[in-house]
Each structure stands twice: as C-alpha cells, then as structure tokens.
C-alpha cells in the first residue's frame, strides 16, 4: 500500500517561496506518476503538476507554468514541489496524489492515493 504525506506548507508573503515534499512509503514510486493538487474551500481540486517518475517528464497547468517546479528524488522516494513568486491565489491546501503509469491529466478520480495535504497561505 502507497503511503503519501506533504510537508513544507505555510505562511509566505506575495512573492515569496516555498518548497513542498511529498514522501512516499510502502512500496516504490518507479511505476507511478505523482500530482500536486491543491484546493481551496468552496473551490474544486485543481491539478497543477505532474511527473512521471520512471523518466523525469513534467507537466503544468498554465496557472502555475513558469512559477512552479515539480522535481523527484528517487533515492528518497520523495517528489518536490518548488514554488516561486507566490500570489494570494496561490492560497490552498496543496495535495499530492499517485497515479499508476503517466500523467493522463488531472482529474482526481484517476487517482489511487493521496496524502492528507498541506496548508499554503499567501498573505501580506
């Protein structure tokens, strides 16, 4: 069974950074992709970046293209999420999640596991 848990989340200023990690156990991550999603109340889970851990390959919404950088280390079975001049919007509960295979898009229900999440805050 594949265990998720974030951490890194946080209160950051508009424009500051962050760096959430995802550290997986129980079994290996070669095979699957991992996700960052994050929500907001009232709102939906939205899908923001994928990497496919057997190759590197990554993928980006537009809302966080050129700001966010998702990374892994397969050594420590862990998936980085770095994020960079951060927006009020930006504000959520960042999850991630685990997909068997590639990244085929963000909709949640493609997902087998996920973490409980950790709290983002932009705020001045």
């Known amino acids: 069974q594949l265990q998720l848990v974030e951490s890194g989340g946080g209160l950051v200023q508009p424009g500051g950074s962050l760096r959430l990690s995802c550290a997986a156990s129980?079994?290996?991550?070669?095979?699957?992709?991992i996700t960052w999603f994050r929500q907001d109340p009232g709102k939906e889970r939205e899908g923001i970046s994928c990497i496919v851990i057997s190759d590197g390959s990554t993928y980006y919404a537009d809302s966080v293209k050129g700001r966010f950088t998702i990374s892994r280390d397969n050594a420590k079975n862990t998936v980085y999420l770095q994020m960079n001049s951060l927006k009020p919007e930006d504000t959520a509960v960042y999850y991630c999640a685990a997909a068997w295979g590639y990244c085929s898009g963000y909709d949640p229900h493609q997902y087998d596991y996920w973490g409980r999440g950790t709290q983002v805050t932009v705020s001045s």
């Open positions: 129980g079994v290996t991550t070669y095979y699957y992709a």
